[in-house]
């Protein structure tokens, strides 16, 4: 399975990025989809994840009533939107995938599909 992250940039905060996975691969219509962030430094820590087609969603705390993930199974593409970026919000951030539900949705051994990252940074 191929994950193709696009959308990262620079930001000023309080602004907004949206951040797009494209994934190819999956013939199961419910697997799991999750958007993970990295900073210098810092350990990755799970930000927000999906069972696709289920609407189930989880949050990290530092992101809940921020973020958004969706998904558009028509375009294969996994989304999150951020908003009220914050400067503590600036890491690398992976879109990560499995075939199966992940559980608890932030155990980064769970998922065997990663993407490359796109970068993040709020000033």
């Known amino acids: 399975v191929q994950l193709v992250e696009s959308g990262g940039g620079s930001v000023q905060a309080g602004g907004s990025l949206r951040l797009s996975c494209t994934h190819s691969?999956?013939?199961?219509?419910?697997?799991?989809m999750g958007w993970f962030r990295q900073a210098p430094g810092k350990a990755r820590e799970g930000v927000a994840a999906?069972?696709?087609?289920?609407?189930?969603?989880f949050y990290g705390d530092s992101v809940k009533g921020r973020f958004t993930i969706s998904e558009d199974k028509a375009k294969n593409t996994l989304y999150l939107q951020m908003d009220n970026l914050k400067p503590e919000d600036t890491a690398m951030y992976y879109c990560?995938?499995?075939?199966?539900?992940?559980?608890?949705?932030?155990?980064?051994?769970?998922?065997?599909?990663w993407g490359q990252g796109t970068q993040v940074t709020v000033s």
């Open positions: 990560a995938a499995d075939a199966k539900a992940v559980a608890p949705w932030d155990w980064i051994g769970g998922y065997t599909s």
């Open positions: 691969g999956y013939t199961s219509s419910r697997h799991c």
């Open positions: 999906t069972l696709t087609g289920s609407g189930i969603t």
